[in-house]
């Protein structure tokens, strides 16, 4: 069992995953701080969470901006466990890809976890223990279609992972991350209705196909997981990354 008054940081906290994975933490009283931009979700989270657990606050922060990130490490120096959700996509192929969805991707999904990751860690190191779980995707290890310059991100995720992973083994922090395929989250929903409207319930249908298990993962089945690798329960992982994709990689022909 995860032991309880650990100082969780959840980046992207307050909606999709990020949000998931800060129900499942709270479940066990466990302090947790949601960073998010959307300051109405957040301010809801803590609304409900804070129903069960009072120990639940949010920051308002764009990941991207160095004061903004400056400014949650120097408020937070009692980290336990930092998870980095927050990320954005872009659909496109390398032509269809402009310089500035380029730049706004790597901002936030490359840039944004280096900032954040940068700004904690030397808060880890001086209790010489903590985790850190990157969020990032099965498209940072395989080709998917028109998701250039977002598996370009996804991909230095991965990287900085294993970096961090063994630049810091000896501080006694572990970094891993874990790679979802397709998660039914409001995002999945927006998309749908902004690109196949009136077609939403028959193109949800042919992605859920797209993982070989026959539907898409569900939010709470990624917390569960970070949840676990937050533990000391699994004190003997680091540097790994593990795929929750209902086979998505290595099943499909």
Same mark, same amino acid.
């Given at each position: 069992?995860?032991?309880?008054?650990?100082? *969780?940081?959840? @980046?992207?906290? !307050?909606?999709?995953? /990020?949000? +998931?994975?800060?129900?499942?933490? %709270?479940?066990? $009283?466990?302090?947790?701080?949601?960073?998010?931009?959307?300051?109405?979700?957040?301010?809801?989270l803590v609304k409900e969470l804070s129903l069960?657990?009072?120990?639940?606050?949010?920051?308002?922060?764009?990941?991207?901006?160095?004061?903004?990130?400056?400014?949650?490490?120097?408020?937070?120096?009692?980290?336990?466990?930092?998870?980095?959700?927050?990320?954005?996509?872009?659909?496109?192929?390398?032509?269809?890809?402009?310089?500035?969805?380029?730049?706004?991707?790597?901002?936030?999904?490359?840039?944004?976890?280096?900032?954040?990751?940068?700004?904690?860690?030397s808060h880890l190191k001086k209790k010489k223990?903590?985790?850190? *779980?990157?969020? @990032?995707?099965? !498209?940072?290890?395989? /080709?998917? +279609?028109?998701?250039?310059?977002? %598996?370009?991100? $996804?991909?230095?995720?991965?990287?900085?992972?294993?970096?961090?992973?063994?630049?810091?083994?000896?501080?006694?922090?572990?970094?891993?991350?874990?790679?979802?395929?397709?998660?039914?989250?409001?995002?999945?929903?927006?998309?749908?209705?902004?690109?196949?409207?009136?077609?939403?319930?028959?193109?949800?249908?042919?992605?859920?196909?797209?993982?070989?298990?026959?539907?898409?993962?569900?939010?709470?089945?990624?917390?569960?997981?970070?949840?676990?690798?937050?533990?000391?329960?699994?004190?003997?992982?680091?540097?790994?990354?593990?795929?929750?994709?209902?086979?998505?990689?290595?099943?499909?022909?």
């Amino acid at each position: 069992m995860f032991e309880s008054k650990k100082f *969780i940081v959840v @980046t992207g906290g !307050a909606s999709g995953i /990020g949000k +998931a994975i800060c129900q499942r933490f %709270s479940q066990n $009283k466990n302090r947790i701080l949601i960073v998010d931009k959307d300051r109405d979700k957040g301010a809801a989270l803590v609304k409900e969470l804070s129903l069960h657990n009072k120990e639940v606050s949010f920051f308002g922060c764009d990941i991207s901006n160095h004061d903004q990130v400056k400014e949650l490490s120097q408020m937070n120096p009692d980290v336990d466990v930092l998870i980095n959700c927050a990320g954005i996509s872009h659909i496109g192929t390398i032509e269809t890809t402009d310089e500035e969805d380029f730049k706004r991707l790597f901002d936030v999904n490359v840039k944004g976890i280096f900032l954040v990751t940068k700004a904690i860690i030397s808060h880890l190191k001086k209790k010489k223990k903590g985790v850190i *779980i990157n969020i @990032t995707s099965v !498209a940072a290890s395989v /080709g998917i +279609a028109e998701r250039f310059a977002y %598996s370009m991100t $996804k991909g230095a995720v991965l990287s900085m992972t294993y970096s961090i992973a063994k630049d810091y083994v000896d501080y006694g922090i572990r970094c891993n991350s874990i790679s979802p395929a397709r998660i039914h989250t409001p995002f999945v929903d927006e998309y749908l209705k902004k690109h196949y409207p009136g077609e939403e319930a028959k193109k949800y249908e042919e992605l859920s196909k797209t993982q070989p298990i026959g539907r898409m993962g569900k939010p709470e089945e990624v917390a569960e997981l970070a949840f676990f690798l937050s533990s000391d329960n699994a004190q003997f992982i680091t540097g790994t990354d593990f795929p929750i994709d209902g086979g998505f990689l290595k099943l499909n022909t």
